[in-house]
Protein backbone atom coordinates (compact mmCIF):
# COMPACT_ATOMS: atom_id res chain seq x y z
CA UNK A 1 0.00 0.00 0.00
CA UNK A 2 2.67 2.40 0.43
CA UNK A 3 4.21 1.44 -2.90
CA UNK A 4 0.78 2.53 -4.48
CA UNK A 5 0.75 5.78 -2.41
CA UNK A 6 4.85 6.52 -3.16
CA UNK A 7 3.97 5.60 -6.86
CA UNK A 8 0.98 7.93 -6.83
CA UNK A 9 3.36 10.74 -5.87
CA UNK A 10 5.72 9.96 -8.64
CA UNK A 11 2.94 10.09 -11.30
CA UNK A 12 2.10 13.46 -9.76
CA UNK A 13 5.54 14.84 -9.42
CA UNK A 14 6.11 13.84 -12.93
CA UNK A 15 2.88 15.57 -13.92
CA UNK A 16 4.09 18.90 -12.46
CA UNK A 17 7.09 18.37 -13.63
CA UNK A 18 9.09 18.59 -10.09
CA UNK A 19 10.52 14.99 -10.29
CA UNK A 20 14.14 15.09 -8.91
CA UNK A 21 15.75 12.63 -6.96
CA UNK A 22 15.50 14.80 -3.73
CA UNK A 23 12.07 14.66 -3.51
CA UNK A 24 11.43 11.29 -4.31
CA UNK A 25 13.92 10.10 -1.68
CA UNK A 26 12.22 12.01 1.07
CA UNK A 27 8.32 10.80 -0.65
CA UNK A 28 10.03 7.45 -0.11
CA UNK A 29 11.57 7.82 3.59
CA UNK A 30 9.10 9.46 5.01
CA UNK A 31 5.90 7.23 4.09
CA UNK A 32 7.62 4.90 6.78
CA UNK A 33 6.51 4.21 9.67
CA UNK A 34 9.50 5.23 12.77
CA UNK A 35 9.49 5.09 16.37
CA UNK A 36 10.05 8.33 17.82
CA UNK A 37 11.08 9.16 21.18
CA UNK A 38 9.34 11.89 22.96
CA UNK A 39 11.63 13.46 25.18
CA UNK A 40 9.54 16.26 26.21
CA UNK A 41 6.54 14.03 26.90
CA UNK A 42 8.51 11.30 27.70
CA UNK A 43 6.34 8.84 25.32
CA UNK A 44 7.36 6.84 22.88
CA UNK A 45 5.00 6.96 19.63
CA UNK A 46 5.12 5.04 16.25
CA UNK A 47 4.91 7.42 13.76
CA UNK A 48 3.65 8.19 10.30
CA UNK A 49 4.06 11.47 7.76
CA UNK A 50 1.56 11.72 5.32
CA UNK A 51 1.93 13.78 2.27
CA UNK A 52 -0.65 16.93 1.36
CA UNK A 53 1.87 18.64 -1.45
CA UNK A 54 3.62 16.76 -4.22
CA UNK A 55 6.34 19.64 -2.93
CA UNK A 56 6.76 17.37 0.17
CA UNK A 57 5.03 19.24 2.31
CA UNK A 58 3.24 16.64 4.90
CA UNK A 59 1.39 16.04 8.25
CA UNK A 60 3.34 13.86 10.84
CA UNK A 61 0.88 11.63 13.08
CA UNK A 62 2.44 10.31 16.13
CA UNK A 63 0.41 6.92 18.06
CA UNK A 64 1.25 5.91 21.96
CA UNK A 65 -0.98 3.49 23.84
CA UNK A 66 -0.13 0.85 26.68
CA UNK A 67 1.77 -1.86 26.40
CA UNK A 68 -1.09 -3.90 28.49
CA UNK A 69 -3.39 -2.91 25.70
CA UNK A 70 -5.58 -6.11 24.80
CA UNK A 71 -6.70 -7.07 21.49
CA UNK A 72 -10.45 -6.58 20.89
CA UNK A 73 -10.67 -3.95 24.04
CA UNK A 74 -10.89 -0.22 24.30
CA UNK A 75 -7.79 1.12 25.43
CA UNK A 76 -6.98 5.03 25.61
CA UNK A 77 -4.53 6.16 22.85
CA UNK A 78 -2.45 9.53 23.17
CA UNK A 79 -2.24 11.33 19.81
CA UNK A 80 0.58 14.19 18.29
CA UNK A 81 0.60 15.33 15.05
CA UNK A 82 2.84 17.88 13.77
CA UNK A 83 0.80 20.02 10.98
CA UNK A 84 2.42 22.95 8.83
CA UNK A 85 1.09 26.47 9.31
CA UNK A 86 -0.47 26.66 5.84
CA UNK A 87 -3.01 23.81 7.02
CA UNK A 88 -6.53 24.88 7.18
CA UNK A 89 -7.16 22.04 9.09
CA UNK A 90 -6.03 18.60 9.74
CA UNK A 91 -8.02 14.92 10.13
CA UNK A 92 -7.70 11.49 11.12
CA UNK A 93 -9.57 8.66 10.91
CA UNK A 94 -9.22 5.57 13.54
CA UNK A 95 -11.11 3.14 11.15
CA UNK A 96 -8.80 4.33 8.33
CA UNK A 97 -11.99 5.13 6.28
CA UNK A 98 -14.47 8.56 6.56
CA UNK A 99 -18.16 7.01 7.20
CA UNK A 100 -19.00 5.49 10.72
CA UNK A 101 -15.74 5.71 12.82
CA UNK A 102 -14.05 8.32 15.24
CA UNK A 103 -13.07 11.41 13.39
CA UNK A 104 -10.23 14.03 14.83
CA UNK A 105 -10.27 17.23 13.39
CA UNK A 106 -7.72 19.68 13.96
CA UNK A 107 -6.97 23.53 13.64
CA UNK A 108 -5.93 26.80 14.99
CA UNK A 109 -8.40 28.80 16.95
CA UNK A 110 -8.06 33.13 16.89
CA UNK A 111 -5.48 32.67 19.47
CA UNK A 112 -3.51 30.78 17.45
CA UNK A 113 -4.44 27.88 20.29
CA UNK A 114 -5.38 24.51 19.32
CA UNK A 115 -9.06 23.24 18.87
CA UNK A 116 -9.50 19.27 18.53
CA UNK A 117 -13.25 18.56 17.29
CA UNK A 118 -14.31 14.70 17.71
CA UNK A 119 -16.87 13.93 14.78
CA UNK A 120 -18.28 10.91 13.02
CA UNK A 121 -20.10 10.94 9.50
CA UNK A 122 -23.03 8.73 8.28
CA UNK A 123 -21.28 8.34 4.69
CA UNK A 124 -19.06 10.84 2.56
CA UNK A 125 -21.32 13.81 3.90
CA UNK A 126 -20.47 16.53 6.86
CA UNK A 127 -19.59 15.16 9.75
CA UNK A 128 -21.13 16.09 13.12
CA UNK A 129 -19.85 15.64 16.86
CA UNK A 130 -19.36 12.40 18.28
CA UNK A 131 -19.38 12.09 22.10
CA UNK A 132 -17.95 8.72 22.02
CA UNK A 133 -14.18 9.86 21.83
CA UNK A 134 -13.09 12.10 24.02
CA UNK A 135 -9.88 14.29 23.84
CA UNK A 136 -7.46 15.81 26.33
CA UNK A 137 -5.60 18.50 24.97
CA UNK A 138 -1.61 18.07 27.16
CA UNK A 139 0.23 21.43 27.61
CA UNK A 140 3.37 19.63 27.46
CA UNK A 141 3.94 18.78 23.89
CA UNK A 142 1.58 21.20 22.57
CA UNK A 143 3.28 24.45 20.78
CA UNK A 144 4.21 26.12 17.70
CA UNK A 145 6.87 28.35 15.75
CA UNK A 146 7.23 30.07 12.62
CA UNK A 147 6.55 26.68 10.16
CA UNK A 148 4.51 24.29 12.16
CA UNK A 149 2.29 23.81 15.18
CA UNK A 150 1.95 20.87 17.22
CA UNK A 151 -0.29 19.45 19.32
CA UNK A 152 -0.56 16.18 22.10
CA UNK A 153 -3.56 14.78 23.58
CA UNK A 154 -5.22 11.84 24.99
CA UNK A 155 -8.19 9.91 23.66
CA UNK A 156 -10.77 7.81 25.29
CA UNK A 157 -12.69 6.51 22.87
CA UNK A 158 -10.58 6.35 20.07
CA UNK A 159 -9.80 2.30 19.24
CA UNK A 160 -12.99 0.52 19.76
CA UNK A 161 -16.56 2.10 18.38
CA UNK A 162 -19.72 0.81 17.25
CA UNK A 163 -20.08 0.19 13.14
CA UNK A 164 -23.77 -1.63 12.47
CA UNK A 165 -24.00 -4.81 14.34
CA UNK A 166 -20.52 -5.19 15.74
CA UNK A 167 -17.70 -3.55 17.80
CA UNK A 168 -14.56 -2.18 15.94
CA UNK A 169 -11.45 -2.47 17.65
CA UNK A 170 -8.00 -1.38 16.93
CA UNK A 171 -5.39 -4.16 17.32
CA UNK A 172 -2.90 -2.96 19.97
CA UNK A 173 0.23 -5.72 18.27
CA UNK A 174 0.10 -4.58 14.55
CA UNK A 175 -0.76 -2.75 12.06
CA UNK A 176 -4.33 -0.51 11.59
CA UNK A 177 -5.49 1.11 8.37
CA UNK A 178 -5.98 4.80 9.57
CA UNK A 179 -6.61 7.88 7.13
CA UNK A 180 -6.02 11.44 7.05
CA UNK A 181 -7.57 14.17 4.91
CA UNK A 182 -6.46 17.65 4.63
CA UNK A 183 -7.91 21.39 3.96
CA UNK A 184 -6.16 24.64 3.42
CA UNK A 185 -9.47 26.59 4.47
CA UNK A 186 -10.33 26.59 8.26
CA UNK A 187 -13.26 26.13 9.51
CA UNK A 188 -15.39 29.28 9.42
CA UNK A 189 -16.31 29.53 13.32
CA UNK A 190 -12.42 28.54 14.10
CA UNK A 191 -13.18 28.88 18.01
CA UNK A 192 -15.74 26.42 18.06
CA UNK A 193 -15.26 23.02 18.02
CA UNK A 194 -18.90 22.13 16.47
CA UNK A 195 -18.16 24.65 13.66
CA UNK A 196 -19.41 23.32 10.05
CA UNK A 197 -16.00 22.49 8.39
CA UNK A 198 -14.92 23.09 4.63
CA UNK A 199 -14.04 19.71 2.55
CA UNK A 200 -10.59 18.40 2.40
CA UNK A 201 -8.95 18.86 -0.79
CA UNK A 202 -6.66 15.51 -0.19
CA UNK A 203 -7.14 11.85 1.53
CA UNK A 204 -4.68 9.27 2.34
CA UNK A 205 -4.14 5.91 4.10
CA UNK A 206 -1.57 4.34 5.69
CA UNK A 207 -1.32 1.08 7.58
CA UNK A 208 0.06 2.37 11.54
CA UNK A 209 2.26 0.03 13.36
CA UNK A 210 0.25 0.23 17.03
CA UNK A 211 2.76 -2.68 18.32
CA UNK A 212 5.92 -0.51 18.22
CA UNK A 213 3.84 2.51 20.24
CA UNK A 214 3.56 0.31 23.22
CA UNK A 215 4.80 2.15 26.44
CA UNK A 216 5.53 1.03 29.40
CA UNK A 217 4.63 3.59 32.35
CA UNK A 218 1.73 4.73 29.91
CA UNK A 219 -0.85 5.50 32.83
CA UNK A 220 1.63 7.03 34.89
CA UNK A 221 3.14 9.23 32.23
CA UNK A 222 -0.67 10.63 31.09
CA UNK A 223 -1.13 11.11 34.39
CA UNK A 224 1.51 13.54 35.14
CA UNK A 225 1.12 14.82 31.78
CA UNK A 226 -2.61 15.12 32.61
CA UNK A 227 -2.48 17.52 36.11
C1 LIG B 1 -16.23 18.50 6.30
C2 LIG B 1 -17.02 17.95 5.45
C3 LIG B 1 -16.64 16.77 4.62
C4 LIG B 1 -17.22 16.47 3.46
C5 LIG B 1 -18.35 17.22 2.78
C6 LIG B 1 -16.57 15.27 2.92
C7 LIG B 1 -16.90 14.65 1.74
C8 LIG B 1 -16.24 13.61 1.17
C9 LIG B 1 -16.52 13.04 -0.13
C10 LIG B 1 -17.59 13.52 -1.08
C11 LIG B 1 -15.65 12.04 -0.32
C12 LIG B 1 -15.56 11.13 -1.54
C13 LIG B 1 -14.43 11.62 -2.41
C14 LIG B 1 -14.07 10.67 -3.49
O1 LIG B 1 -14.52 9.52 -3.47
O2 LIG B 1 -13.31 11.09 -4.39
C15 LIG B 1 -14.81 11.94 0.85
C16 LIG B 1 -13.80 11.03 1.03
C17 LIG B 1 -13.04 10.91 2.18
N1 LIG B 1 -13.10 11.71 3.31
FE1 LIG B 1 -14.36 13.25 3.56
N2 LIG B 1 -15.58 14.87 3.80
C18 LIG B 1 -15.60 15.75 4.87
C19 LIG B 1 -14.80 15.66 5.98
C20 LIG B 1 -13.89 14.67 6.25
C21 LIG B 1 -13.12 14.55 7.45
C22 LIG B 1 -13.22 15.47 8.64
C23 LIG B 1 -12.31 13.44 7.31
C24 LIG B 1 -11.30 12.85 8.27
C25 LIG B 1 -11.05 13.32 9.45
C26 LIG B 1 -12.58 12.87 6.00
C27 LIG B 1 -11.95 11.75 5.47
C28 LIG B 1 -12.19 11.24 4.22
C29 LIG B 1 -11.51 10.09 3.66
C30 LIG B 1 -10.43 9.27 4.34
C31 LIG B 1 -12.05 9.89 2.38
C32 LIG B 1 -11.69 8.78 1.37
C33 LIG B 1 -12.84 7.82 1.19
C34 LIG B 1 -13.02 6.96 2.40
O3 LIG B 1 -12.04 6.36 2.83
O4 LIG B 1 -14.14 6.90 2.93
N3 LIG B 1 -13.53 13.64 5.41
N4 LIG B 1 -15.19 12.93 1.75
C1 LIG C 1 9.01 23.82 14.61
O1 LIG C 1 8.07 23.06 15.32
C2 LIG C 1 7.88 21.75 14.86
C3 LIG C 1 6.76 21.16 15.70
O2 LIG C 1 7.04 21.21 17.07
C4 LIG C 1 9.17 20.96 14.95
O3 LIG C 1 8.98 19.66 14.45
C5 LIG C 1 10.22 21.67 14.16
O4 LIG C 1 11.47 21.00 14.30
C6 LIG C 1 10.36 23.10 14.63
N1 LIG C 1 11.31 23.81 13.76
C7 LIG C 1 12.31 24.51 14.24
C8 LIG C 1 13.15 25.19 13.23
O5 LIG C 1 12.53 24.60 15.43
Known amino acids: ML ?17 SIDSLAL ?6 NAIYRDSETGLVFSSNFALYKADGRGIT ?16 VVIQMVVPNDVGWAGLAWGGSMPRNPLLVAWRGSN ?5 SSRMASGHVQPTEYSGAQYTLFQTGTKSNST ?14 Q ?9 PRGGNRLAMAYSPTKPSNVNSPSSSIPIHEVHAYWSHDFAQAANTNFEATVQRLTS
Open 3 to 19: WTLFLGLVAALLRTGKC
Open 27 to 32: AAAQTA
Open 61 to 76: YRVAIPDTAQQNTAYD
Open 112 to 116: NNVVL
Open 148 to 161: HWQFTALCKGCTAW
Open 163 to 171: SSSSTRYLN
